[in-house]
């Protein structure tokens, strides 16, 4: 009788533990990290230009899943990212932001949205993101006199071999426009994301912790 209980127990505890992992309700804790400093991006340069694709429709989800469209980075990377700006406007073309710092609970939204073939498109919430330290931004070129986006290999958010910043595929201008902004990101401290050209991570983010504060929360620290 003994066994019989032992071995209906052995799934059961197996299902728990499953079960668990998947209805993670806080983000990881760490220890040892860094208070957030959030910067909203706009306050150090408004002409910056935001396409906060998640405060819309216009997005992989369908539907808003920020109540605001701001962006938001640690200090640091904020700075850094002003500075790309720069350089850019001598060009006669600007920084465009599609999303900054992001909240551990919209992370996890995304992971349980996405099918399972996709999800190397969106970071796993039981490690939470760099997004969510504040140290991640997904970001193109825009064209300042015309305010319109410059061509690259793939639209942001695009979930195809299109969207590696090392894809071949695209056209020489789509290839030029890419390389220039990841030369300028990279000059900065940044790292290119592996599947996404217009993901990029500042230099030291693992010595931020994985935040899940609101943007009202965040902006209350530029005051």
């Not at 962006?71 to 073309?93: D, I, M, S, Y």
């Amino acid at each position: 009788m003994r066994i019989r209980i032992l071995r209906f127990a052995l799934p059961v505890v197996c299902l728990i533990l499953f079960s668990s992992a998947f209805s993670q309700t806080a983000p990881p804790k760490e220890s040892n990290k860094r208070e957030a400093h959030l910067i909203e991006l706009i306050t150090l340069d408004p002409t910056i230009k935001l396409d906060i694709r998640y405060a819309t429709d216009n997005n992989f989800v369908g539907r808003p899943v920020y109540p605001e469209a701001r962006a938001f980075l640690q200090k640091p990377a904020a700075q850094a990212v002003v500075r790309v700006h720069k350089k850019l406007k001598e060009k006669g073309l600007g920084i465009v932001i599609f999303d900054g710092y992001r909240p551990w609970t919209i992370t996890k939204l995304f992971w349980d949205v996405v099918p399972e073939d996709k999800r190397k498109f969106v970071a796993n919430p039981a490690k939470g993101s760099k997004h969510n330290r504040g140290c991640a931004i997904d970001l193109s070129i825009f064209d300042l006199k015309t305010g319109q986006l410059m061509d690259m290999p793939s639209g942001y958010d695009e979930f195809t071999e299109r969207a590696s910043p090392d894809y071949k595929g695209g056209t020489p201008q789509q290839t030029a426009n890419r390389e220039m902004l990841r030369k300028l990101m990279e000059d900065e401290g940044f790292t290119v994301n592996p599947n996404e050209w217009w993901h990029f991570d500042y230099e030291n983010w693992e010595r931020y912790a994985i935040y899940d504060i609101s943007f009202e929360e965040a902006g209350s620290q530029n005051r």
